[in-house]
């Protein structure tokens, strides 16, 4: 295993195992479908989340997912892309 295949597989366990069952429902599945397509810096910034904790994370996300912008300047690209895809899980499929 490369190194960055390495990489990838530590970040999808952290994504899996944060500490709270919601932040595994939305950082999991988010890292077995994007992080492969992630360029270098974005990985790095991905890191930067999961280096925060769970209770500030879930009312970031969450907020983002009903237009809100709270939580760290840095870290929005991040956020909105997460609370983007988590609720594209939860539309409704037609």
């Known amino acids: 295993m490369d190194e960055h295949e390495a990489r ?3 970040l999808r366990m952290r994504s899996w195992r944060r500490g709270t069952k919601e932040m595994d ?4 599945p988010f890292a077995d479908s994007e992080l492969a397509g992630l360029n270098a810096a974005d990985l ?3 890191e ?6 769970d209770q500030d994370l ?3 996300i969450t907020a983002r ?6 939580g760290p300047e840095a870290l929005s690209p991040m956020l909105d892309r997460v609370a983007r ?3 594209a ?3 409704p499929k037609s």
């Open 44 to 46: 790095a910034l991905y």
């Open 48 to 53: 930067a989340l999961l280096a925060e904790n």
């Open 25 to 28: 429902l939305i950082l999991g």
């Open 89 to 91: 899980r939860l539309s």
């Open 85 to 87: 895809f988590a609720m």
């Open 65 to 70: 997912m009903r237009d809100a912008r709270p």
């Open 8 to 10: 990838l597989k530590r």
């Open 58 to 60: 879930y009312p970031w």
